[in-house]
């Protein structure tokens, strides 16, 4: 089987090779051959992909499908963020590419790997909906309070004004927003105003 390699150190100081070492030596036991080694230095783990330059050639190079296997040395190396963890896993999946995370023993191309991923995909899905109804619910709060929720708006009568004369000169909604330094959607709640 050919594996791919990912480690991440927090700081720039920390060396990454005792998860590198630790990774090889479960790799030869297992008789996986490493054709590729990724490695973030000083990166921490809540950043997402964007952020992480190696994490983003490691997952570009597993969605091509060089490699039958992704292996980390702990969960919390691919991410401190449950959300991007879960993206991670559905998007290599996707590709069937499975998962080693040496800490937690866990080998999505076993079942039991395979269950205890969908667990924390549920939980993450769990976690998400309740985040949704407590910020439902304190919106909802703060309309009984009298509150507006949002940013405040620009209009005033005077962009009002301005924008509605410059649009009966014909000029256009993206030229009127450029000059005038507002968004496209304000000129728009403007001349509907």
Known sequence: MKVICYARVSASHQN??????????????????????????????????????????MMKSAMKKEADLVM????????????????????????NVGMYFHQQNIDSTTPSGRAMLSMAGVFAQFEAEMLRERVLASHERAKAEGKTIGRPSMIND????????????????????AELNVGVGTVYKAIEA
Not at 37 to 56: A, C, L, M, N, T
Request: overall charge positive; aromatic content about 8%.
């Open 158 to 177: 005077a962009l009002k004004t301005s924008i509605k004369f410059m649009r009966e000169q014909g000029i256009g909604i993206k030229k009127i927003a």
């Open 72 to 95: 980390f040395w702990g969960i919390d190396r691919a991410s401190r963020n449950l959300s991007h963890l879960v993206e991670m896993m559905n998007d290599l999946h996707a590709k």
């Open 16 to 57: 990454p090779e005792n998860q590198l070492n630790e990774l090889r030596a479960a790799a030869e036991r297992y008789g996986w051959t490493i054709i590729k080694e990724y490695v973030d230095h000083g990166i921490s783990g809540k950043k997402g992909r964007d952020k992480r330059p190696q994490f983003d050639a």
